[in-house]
């Protein structure tokens, strides 16, 4: 395989640096299934591991990336042979295992899924990581037992990639969905994947009363700190909350008051090492259930080089819907 264009962060006693360079195909992890990517995406995680924001790399040099569409190059995995269409989200990619920023990377079979009939390359990577938990908000509320016959459903960091996917499958699935954005510019961008109304990040920012009138039966939480506790207190009698995010803060100043009076139920959501079942659920229904039209809508491109800037928009919170990164080889 020789060597391959990757964006690579070292660090040194400056500090984290990253840049685009040729990666040694010497050097890339252990794995049964070399892929050529050929789609990756800038999530907000990728912003905090590209950027050193947070401690997301646990090994230096990095290749960051935590999802990726391309085919299989060689694989001794046998669910997986030479030309497979694959996807990969999260299971320490980017973070401890070189990731999806490459040409070429090499992982464990048993992290790939085939990619879902349907998608193209580049469709699954508008959804990524980011939309992939969407869906895993949705399937956690209606495990529960929720429909949209138990009233309106709020998502929070509505603008963002979590947020965006999320209006898009509640509405679809036949919610009503009001959608929290601190980017009332953005009010006609919602709507049109799905929201009917739109409320300010400000109203639930600020910290709230333990129990506040009952505004919604369930709720997709990107953001986390006061915004959450505030969505626990103006849940309906019976509702929960799906907690994936902290783009606010990963404090929870809660009070037991929503759970103890009102039966709501908070459900963590993790996308990382969610199991391989749920997944191929996951997905299939995003293949099934989003619109391709909508999906382009709320699409960038781009390309490996201009990761570094994406990832520095996204934590300062000016992504709007998601952005794939093509990658060519
Ligand atoms: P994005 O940056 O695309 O979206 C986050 C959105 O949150 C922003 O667009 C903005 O929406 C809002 N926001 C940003 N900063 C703040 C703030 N300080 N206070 C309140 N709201 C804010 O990120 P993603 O959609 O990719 O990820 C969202 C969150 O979900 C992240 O915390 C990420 O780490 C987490 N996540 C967790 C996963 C898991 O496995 N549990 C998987 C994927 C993501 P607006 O402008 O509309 O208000």
């Known amino acids: 395989m020789g060597s391959f264009k990757a964006l690579v962060v070292d660090k040194g006693e400056g500090g984290q640096s990253v840049g685009l360079r040729d990666f040694d195909a010497a050097d890339l992890m252990e794995g049964d299934v070399v892929v050529r ?93 980011a939309g992939y938990t969407a869906m895993l908000c949705l399937l956690a509320l209606e495990r529960h037992g929720l429909a949209p016959a138990a009233g309106p459903a709020i998502v929070t960091g509505a603008a963002g990639g979590v947020g965006s996917v999320a209006i898009q499958l509640l509405a679809r699935a036949g919610w009503s969905v009001i959608a929290s954005t601190g980017r009332p510019a953005e009010a006609e961008y919602l709507r049109s994947l799905g929201a009917s109304e739109i409320v300010e990040r400000a109203d639930l920012a600020a910290p709230g009363k333990p129990l506040a009138k009952e505004r919604w039966a369930a709720a997709v939480d990107s953001v986390g700190s006061t915004t959450l506790a505030n969505l626990l207190a103006g849940t309906r009698y019976g509702g929960a909350v799906a907690a994936c995010g902290l783009a606010g803060g990963m404090d929870l100043p809660a009070s037991v008051a929503p759970f ?55 934590l300062a919170g000016e992504i709007r819907g998601r952005v794939v990164v093509e990658i060519d080889g």
């Open 37 to 129: 990517v050929s789609h990756s995406t800038v999530n907000y995680k990728d912003g905090l591991a590209v950027t050193g924001k947070a401690p997301v790399i646990r090994r230096f040099p990095m290749i960051p990336g935590i999802d990726f569409a391309g085919i299989v190059e060689t694989s001794s995995h046998p669910d997986f042979a030479a030309g497979d269409a694959v996807l990969l989200n999260g299971w320490g990619t980017g973070e401890t295992h070189l990731g999806a920023y490459a040409e070429r990377t090499r992982v464990k079979g048993d992290w790939l899924l085939p990619l879902p009939a349907g998608l193209t390359a580049a469709q699954a990577m508008a959804i990524g990581t």
């Open 260 to 314: 103890i009076l009102r039966n709501v139920a908070l459900l963590g959501v993790d996308s990382v090492m969610a199991p391989r079942a749920l997944r191929h659920a996951a997905w299939t229904r995003l293949a099934r259930d989003l619109d391709p039209a909508t999906l382009a809508s709320m699409t960038t491109t781009v390309s490996l080089a201009d990761v570094p800037a994406v990832a520095r928009a996204i």
